[in-house]
C-alpha cells in the first residue's frame, strides 16, 4: 500500500495536517468528489445493553 492509497485516512488526517503533508481545503475537494454511496449502505439495528459492571460505575 503507498502513501497515496491512505493519503487521506482518517486515522493521519492531522498528523497530516499538522506536517504540512495535506491542506484542508485538499481534503475538502478530495471528500468533495467521493460518490454518493447512501444507496449501497445496509440499515443496521443495534441495541445495547449496560453490563453489572456499567451500572456499578454509575452510581
Do not use: C, W
Not at 1 to 10: A, G, L, W
Not at 25 to 30: A, C, F, N, T
Request: charged fraction near 45%; charge should be negative.
Amino acid at each position: 500500500m503507498s502513501i497515496e492509497d491512505n493519503k487521506f485516512d482518517t486515522r493521519l488526517l492531522e498528523r497530516r495536517f499538522n506536517a504540512g503533508l495535506i491542506s484542508r481545503e485538499e481534503y475538502q475537494k478530495h471528500l468533495k468528489a467521493l460518490p454518493d454511496m447512501a444507496d449501497e449502505a445496509d440499515k443496521v439495528e443495534i441495541e445495547f445493553e449496560r453490563s453489572d459492571e456499567q451500572a456499578d460505575e454509575d452510581e
